[in-house]
């Protein structure tokens, strides 16, 4: 994971000197895009258009599974996803 590497790290001096991120131990390494990635989800936008939220969101999870996640800053829209 290169250019990432000690960005957050531990206050430990040790974990610190290590260069490890903070709790890289046991969580799965992120989804990067790739090409093959990308395209697919340029396809699934324009066939999800008129769907519902709730088709989306199931789709997004049979798709993801345990690696999808959802975010928001709490405003109007994000208030509404919740």
């Known amino acids: 994971m290169t250019g990432r590497q000690g960005i957050l790290h531990t206050s430990d001096d040790d974990h610190a000197?290590?260069?490890e991120l903070v709790g890289s131990q046991g969580a799965d390494p992120p989804l990067y895009p790739t090409e093959?990635?990308?395209?697919?989800?340029?396809?699934?936008?324009k066939q999800l258009e008129s769907s519902s939220p709730e088709e989306i969101l199931e789709?997004?999870?049979q798709r993801f599974g345990e690696k999808f996640t959802i975010a928001t800053a709490f405003g109007p829209e994000g208030m509404v996803i919740l």
């Open 59 to 61: 789709w997004a999870v």
């Open 17 to 19: 000197q290590s260069n």
């Open 36 to 45: 093959e990635l990308l395209n697919e989800l340029r396809e699934m936008s």
